[in-house]
């Protein structure tokens, strides 16, 4: 066999396989130096068998060659395994890294989150501190509104409270951007409650003709009040409703303690015999009354009842029958009035009723159907049925008069004008003019 250059220049290039495998495989291909190692064995064995005159110094360059390929083949091989564990262990702490900006960013939210509780405890909390000293429905307003905004979040909303008398149904307490709401006004809540045979005593989420939920404020087993709110953007009801269930815990307390108080207000402003307001309460809604009519230009009537023969049927069947004759009538009067109405004992047997903004005419039949309903009163004595009846004066404001004590003057001359054409009957002084 011969070669096709001399033996000392392939002897050269062969040792210099080692550098050239380092060269092209260095630092991860490894692949490269064992190509290079087989290459010089190749190489190698050609040259020993071509020249057996310098095997020694062939197989000395073959022998070179392949181990130092080989050792270019490991460091390669070392390197790469070097490089994946780098890789590895970067990528590792890449994750790591990744896991520890999630979890300071959900540290950072919780926190946050801490925060606003916290900043709505505090709010809450004031507010209940504030709210323990409201006596009356006007203080509670503006503390119950702040602490709503602040606390529950809702810019959409009503609360009604239970009025002292059963058949008014409750009464706003504030009312907040809810025009054409089923919650603007309480008959609207009413009827759509009705519509839907929902229970006001509890606490439930609608979600027509608008999100909104309904939670009523309760003492035992009775309702103080009910709080309507509009679901703020992006909440969700699931979420919602327990949170102003909390707040209405909360201030439930504030409800019964008003109740309480205006109760007790109440029993010393109501006579304890008749259920109807004392001389002294009628005295002071009188002046208002006038100074309202004045300042609005309003009118408003003034009746005056008295009981016909009242001394006779104490003094035939006794001051008890009396008593219940009184209680009777005070009755009557409360259940024949609206809410706006006011009735008073004025003295013994007599009583006195302010209608604000009454025409003469609805006065007139009104003071009609209260003597039909006294008159068909009876009341039971042994075997006896003893009928009561009245007689009534009625005066407008400022028609008939200009100040409270003429225009009890006028009524009181139209009551006695009733009791002298015969008892049981109805008179306006304006026909005192004729």
Known sequence: MRLTAPFEIWTAALSLAPALALAVSYPRRPVAALLVAIAAAVSGTALLLASSSQAAAAFIAGIWACLGAMCAYWACRRRAEQFERHKAALEATRVKAAETVKQVAEVRARGAQIEREQRETLALYGTIKSLA??????????????????????SSYAVYAASSREKAGFRALACR????SPGASWATLERFLQERSARLGQAQAFDTPEAAVLVPVLDG???????????????????FLPKVQAFVEQVAFAFRRVKLFQEVEALSQIDGLTGVYRRGD???????EITRAQTFKTSFGLMLL????????????????????????????????????????????????????????GALRKAEAIRKALEAERFPRGFESVQATVS?????????????????????????????????????????RA
């Open 133 to 154: 000293e409201a006596l009356s429905w006007e203080d509670m307003r503006p503390k119950l509104e702040s602490a709503i905004e602040q606390y529950v979040g809702a």
């Open 177 to 180: 951007r809810l025009e054409g």
């Open 221 to 239: 087993g009775q309702t103080l009040g009910c709080f309507y709110a509009r679901l703020p953007r992006g909440a969700s009801a699931a979420a």
């Open 282 to 288: 009628f005295d002071e809604r009188l002046q208002r």
């Open 306 to 361: 008295d009981i016909d023969h009242f001394k006779q049927l104490n003094d035939r069947y006794g001051h008890p029958f009396g008593d219940s004759v009184l209680r009777r009538v005070g009755e009557i009067l409360g259940a024949s009035v609206y809410d706006t109405d006011f009735v008073a004992r004025y003295g013994g047997e007599e009583f006195v009723i302010i209608l604000p903004r009454a025409e003469p005419a």
């Open 392 to 432: 009534i004066g009625i005066a407008h404001f400022p028609r008939d008069a200009s100040t409270g004590e003429d225009l009890l003057g006028r009524a009181d001359a139209a009551m006695y004008q009733a009791k002298s054409q015969g008892r049981n009957r109805v008179v306006d002084c304006e026909s005192l």
